[in-house]
Nanobody
């Protein structure tokens, strides 16, 4: 089992920046890719960004490309989501996810472990 704990959410004005963190613990000796998803009020959860085990490859949803950046630390047990130029439509609960294996996927069923989520609110 892998446990994921997100932090860093909050309220930010439109155009501002925020950095989310997700710390992994438990059975982290195996390779695992990680991703961020989000769920806005009244909407389904959607993919935001993903990163491979090595950190050498990333992938983004079109809606955040060029504004968000996903990365992971050298120990590979923490993943970050740097969010710049935030918009009110970025308001959502952001979830961290991990999957066994080195490469990412962009669909929810592709992930084995989930965090509890952290609220991000972009004000206009």
């Amino acid at each position: 089992q892998v446990q994921l704990v997100e932090s860093g959410g909050g309220l930010v004005q439109a155009g501002g920046s925020l950095r989310l963190s997700c710390a992994a613990s438990g059975r982290t000796s195996r390779n695992y890719a990680m991703a961020w998803f989000r769920q806005a009020p009244g909407k389904e959860r959607e993919f935001v960004a993903a990163i491979t085990w090595t950190g050498g490859s990333t992938y983004y949803a079109d809606s955040v490309k060029g504004r968000f950046a996903i990365s992971r630390n050298s120990a590979k047990n923490t993943v970050f989501l740097q969010m710049n130029s935030l918009k009110p439509e970025d308001t959502a609960v952001y979830y961290c996810a991990a999957r066994d294996g080195s490469y990412y996927r962009t669909d929810e069923p592709g992930y084995d472990y989930w965090g509890q989520g952290t609220q991000v609110t972009g004000s206009s």
